[in-house]
């Protein structure tokens, strides 16, 4: 009596449950892996899509992709440059 219970209930039972954490572990794994990843085009390292700024840039409709540490490093090179120019003509 107990043999088709073990057989029928508890040894499927055991399998569902062992492809569900195996297939949860996989869903754990899987979303590091399948972030899209662009270079940035001035310092050339690769960040999520998500964080990068895409610009059109020339004549030719080019595709570029910039990052905040790069946006942030042109404008504080753009307001110092400003700021001398400023500085000379004011002298
Ligand atoms: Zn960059």
Not at 11 to 29: A, D, F, G, M
Not at 53 to 80: H, P, T
């Amino acid at each position: 009596m107990l043999f088709p219970i073990i057989f029928f209930i508890l040894i499927p039972l055991v399998v569902w449950i062992v492809l569900h954490t195996v297939s949860k572990r996989r869903e754990k794994q899987n979303p590091t892996e399948q972030i899209a990843m662009e270079e940035c085009a001035l310092c050339h390292e690769e960040f999520p899509v998500d964080e990068l700024m895409e610009k059109e840039v020339g004549g030719y409709s080019r595709v570029y992709c910039f990052c905040g540490g790069c946006i942030e490093g042109l404008y504080r090179e753009y307001k110092a440059k400003r700021e001398a120019s400023i500085d000379e003509s004011g002298n």
